[in-house]
Structures are given as C-alpha cells and as structure tokens.
C-alpha cells in the first residue's frame, strides 16, 4: 500500500497524528528523503494503521507498552517521541514514572535511567510549553 490509498494506510496517518501531533508527523514525513520515504509509508500503515488502529488494547496501555519496549531496545531518541504521545493518550506523569520503574527490574538499572533522563526532559518540555 502507498500514501494516498484510502484505507490502512489513511488510518495509519490519523492514528499517527491523534498520537504524535501534527507538527511531529509533518516534521517526519515532510523531511524524509526519496531513499527513506518506504520505511515512513511501512512504518505508517503497518505500525499506526495496522496496529496502533486496533480495539484490542486502549491507546494508554499501548503508549505505555512502547515507553517499555523502547527502553528495553535504549531506542532514547523514539522514547522522547513515544513520552509525549503517551502524554497526548492521557497517561498521567505518574504511570509513565511507574511504567519506566518497572523496566529498572525487567531491563536493567542503566536503561531505566537513561530513560528516566530522557521521559524527564521531555515531560519538562511539555510542562514549559504549558
């Protein structure tokens, strides 16, 4: 499937905008370059349209998972991007720090922390912008 086809891919975009924000989307998407733009278009319809769009589980618990997973993975930089869709799916500061906690044990104290630094930053950012 590719941009402009109406179904999961569409999905994939409003998901990934209700989630992320628009700024964040049209910084990803519109600055993706001819070599890149596949894996955006994957990422889109597979990852926001194919699963993030599903009734299994609410978009809290799926933030919250991905706040794990990506600790698990020390992918900081998407841990940045997810801290504040988690914010945007209504997680309270207090179930991402719990979240992130919990990784101390399963991940290792060195991911959580740097973690911890990461989801600090960025809940600061948030609180700043108001």
């Excluded at 599903?54 to 933030?63: F, I, K, N, Y």
């Excluded at 990784?103 to 973690?115: N, Q």
Aim: glycine fraction near 8%.
């Amino acid at each position: 499937m590719t941009a402009g086809d109406d179904s999961v891919y569409d999905k994939g975009v409003s998901m990934r905008r209700r989630v992320l924000g628009d700024a964040h989307v049209e910084r990803s998407m519109g600055s993706s370059s001819e070599f890149a733009r596949p894996v955006q278009d994957l990422v889109t319809e597979f990852c926001w349209g194919a699963v993030w769009s599903r009734d299994g589980l609410d978009l809290r618990t799926r933030s919250l998972l991905n706040l794990v997973m990506l600790t698990a993975l020390n992918r900081m930089h998407e841990l940045g991007v997810h801290v504040r869709g988690a914010v945007n799916n209504g997680c309270s500061r207090d179930q991402i720090r719990e979240a992130l906690l919990q990784t101390a044990v399963y991940c290792g104290a060195p991911a959580a922390l740097e973690s911890f630094r990461v989801a600090e930053r960025v809940l600061a950012e948030l609180e700043a912008d108001g």
